[in-house]
């Protein structure tokens, strides 16, 4: 255990946050101490606040406004920085703290564009900082168990992937009611969530991305999709709408004390809505994306994203000059819906109920029965990776030999093929990776 504890501060306050700060507050306790929150929204820091104290007994830690972050580093002696703010404001606190001499820890995605991207790889060369990103699924085990196959040479020298990731229309649903509806505030799924999975790839194959190109549309979501379809409803946000009393894809705030406390009682400081009409307009994200990524190694990478799926989930499948690794991982067996409204306002992605979720790991060689190397449930948490990356942020050091902890490289890689993919949507073209920060 260290000496002395180190001294955190959380940026952004929403409830990406409430991970971290429970962490902190609670089981690290002993070894970390929160001094500092910031965030744009005085009652969520208020509200997180009174939720440490009432689950952990912990007194109140200072709130500073936006404009206040430099001070708060400097105010409250800040060791290391959590960044969980909005994904395009997170180039600017990773910079400002890596500038006054913190660590940091930021949520994924990295950043959102080239530039941003460019100045916290600067910037953390310059100061010598460290920065960590939370990929939590390099923690799960199942895909710990994955890295070590591959790594075993079991399946020979990879030639390609296949991987297809669902969003159910419970989970997928809920990036297209919030801000990263608007791509200049995420960078559109493939940079926000599919950051996760061009990681998890990078990292099973250990190999660098050389070449992208994407296909990506708005199918499912959107005002038009939804006339179309007879699934749209006339309504701005759900709260104190009738037409979105009955509508299976509106978010009840009201109904679950989280959403509640957070969002619709915080609306008055910032007129956030978090509860917009998934049929609405002014979405301009897709919903329905194919990427081809070319390697360093010479493997291929086959990547489908769906966010409107009856079940959630993803199978990948990984060819090999020895043999096939293919995995099967069903997150939820079906998007519930309970008494006309969704079933997401009680239950977060990540924590189905027990009995809803498999995964299945088989072993192909050549010539040989295939082999069942892994099938049951999953756990709690993104299958057991919260917890897990917690305990390698905020716990004693320990060895790594699978190297999953993510740093700011390794953000700059899931983050290139997002963003080429991006692009590649826009112009119809393959993109060479390797020019997009050199072009920053």
Same mark, same amino acid.
Request: net charge negative.
């Given at each position: 255990?260290?000496?002395?504890?180190?001294?955190?501060?959380?940026?952004?306050?929403?409830?990406?946050?409430?991970?971290?700060?429970?962490?902190?507050?609670?089981?690290?306790?002993?070894?970390?101490?929160?001094?500092?929150?910031?965030?744009?929204?005085?009652?969520?820091?208020?509200?997180?606040?009174?939720?440490?104290?009432?689950?952990?007994?912990?007194?109140?830690?200072?709130?500073?406004?936006?404009?206040?972050?430099?001070?708060?580093?400097?105010?409250?002696?800040?060791?290391?920085?959590?960044?969980?703010?909005?994904?395009?404001?997170?180039?600017?606190?990773?910079?400002?703290?890596?500038?006054?001499?913190?660590?940091?820890?930021?949520?994924?995605?990295?950043?959102?564009?080239?530039?941003?991207?460019?100045?916290?790889?600067?910037?953390?060369?310059?100061?010598?900082?460290?920065?960590?990103?939370?990929?939590?699924?390099?923690?799960?085990?199942?895909?710990?168990?994955?890295?070590?196959?591959?790594?075993?040479?079991?399946?020979?020298?990879?030639?390609?992937?296949?991987?297809?990731?669902?969003?159910?229309?419970?989970?997928?649903?809920?990036?297209?009611?919030?801000?990263?509806?608007?791509?200049?505030?995420?960078?559109?799924?493939?940079?926000?969530?599919?950051? $996760?999975?061009?990681?998890?790839?990078?990292?099973?194959? /250990? #190999?660098? &991305?050389?070449?992208?190109? =994407?296909?990506?549309? +708005?199918?499912?979501?959107?005002?038009?999709?939804?006339?179309?379809?007879?699934?749209?409803?006339?309504?701005?946000?759900?709260?104190?709408?009738?037409?979105?009393?009955?509508?299976?894809?509106?978010?009840?705030?009201?109904?679950?004390?989280?959403?509640?406390?957070?969002?619709?009682?915080?609306?008055?400081?910032?007129?956030?809505?978090?509860?917009?009409?998934?049929?609405?307009?002014?979405?301009?994200?897709?919903?329905?994306?194919?990427?081809?990524?070319?390697?360093?190694?010479?493997?291929?990478?086959?990547?489908?994203?769906?966010?409107?799926?009856?079940?959630?989930?993803?199978?990948?499948?990984?060819?090999?000059?020895?043999?096939?690794?293919?995995?099967?991982?069903?997150?939820?067996?079906?998007?519930?819906?309970?008494?006309? $409204?969704?079933?997401?306002?009680?239950?977060?992605?990540? /924590? #189905?109920? &027990?009995?809803?979720?498999? =995964?299945?790991?088989? +072993?192909?060689?050549?010539?040989?029965?295939?082999?069942?190397?892994?099938?049951?449930?999953?756990?709690?948490?993104?299958?057991?990776?919260?917890?897990?990356?917690?305990?390698?942020?905020?716990?004693?050091?320990?060895?790594?030999?699978?190297?999953?902890?993510?740093?700011?490289?390794?953000?700059?890689?899931?983050?290139?093929?997002?963003?080429?993919?991006?692009?590649?949507?826009?112009?119809?073209?393959?993109?060479?990776?390797?020019?997009?920060?050199?072009?920053?």
């Amino acid at each position: 255990m260290p000496d002395a504890k180190r001294r955190y501060a959380v940026v952004g306050l929403g409830a990406r946050a409430q991970t971290f700060v429970d962490a902190l507050a609670g089981p690290y306790a002993d070894r970390a101490e929160l001094v500092g929150f910031c965030d744009v929204n005085q009652t969520r820091m208020t509200v997180h606040n009174r939720w440490i104290a009432e689950d952990h007994g912990h007194a109140a830690v200072p709130q500073y406004g936006a404009g206040d972050f430099g001070r708060m580093l400097a105010e409250q002696r800040v060791d290391v920085v959590v960044v969980t703010s909005m994904d395009r404001t997170h180039d600017d606190y990773i910079v400002a703290a890596l500038e006054a001499g913190c660590d940091v820890v930021t949520e994924k995605p990295m950043t959102t564009d080239p530039a941003r991207c460019r100045r916290i790889l600067d910037a953390a060369e310059k100061t010598g900082g460290e920065v960590r990103v939370a990929f939590n699924y390099r923690y799960n085990p199942v895909h710990e168990k994955v890295r070590e196959v591959l790594a075993s040479g079991a399946i020979g020298d990879i030639g390609s992937v296949h991987f297809e990731w669902l969003l159910d229309v419970r989970h997928g649903a809920d990036y297209f009611r919030r801000w990263h509806r608007d791509k200049a505030n995420a960078g559109g799924l493939m940079v926000h969530k599919a950051t $996760h999975h061009f990681d998890l790839v990078n990292w099973w194959i /250990d #190999a660098e &991305p050389v070449t992208v190109y =994407a296909d990506g549309k +708005l199918f499912f979501y959107g005002d038009s999709n939804g006339k179309r379809r007879g699934l749209a409803r006339d309504y701005e946000r759900a709260a104190g709408s009738a037409a979105a009393a009955d509508d299976p894809f509106a978010i009840k705030l009201a109904e679950s004390d989280k959403l509640r406390e957070l969002y619709l009682e915080a609306e008055h400081e910032d007129g956030y809505y978090r509860d917009q009409n998934v049929f609405g307009a002014g979405i301009t994200i897709e919903d329905d994306m194919a990427v081809l990524v070319r390697y360093s190694s010479g493997a291929s990478l086959s990547y489908h994203l769906t966010a409107y799926s009856p079940w959630e989930g993803y199978r990948i499948g990984f060819n090999g000059s020895a043999g096939r690794l293919e995995l099967l991982v069903r997150e939820n067996t079906f998007a519930a819906q309970t008494e006309g $409204h969704q079933h997401s306002t009680a239950v977060q992605h990540g /924590d #189905a109920a &027990p009995g809803e979720t498999e =995964a299945l790991l088989t +072993l192909h060689p050549h010539w040989e029965p295939p082999q069942t190397l892994l099938h049951g449930e999953l756990a709690q948490g993104h299958g057991g990776g919260d917890a897990r990356l917690l305990e390698s942020l905020f716990g004693d050091p320990a060895e790594d030999p699978l190297g999953r902890s993510a740093d700011h490289h390794d953000g700059a890689r899931s983050l290139l093929i997002g963003l080429a993919a991006n692009q590649s949507f826009t112009t119809g073209q393959p993109v060479d990776v390797t020019t997009l920060l050199a072009d920053a």
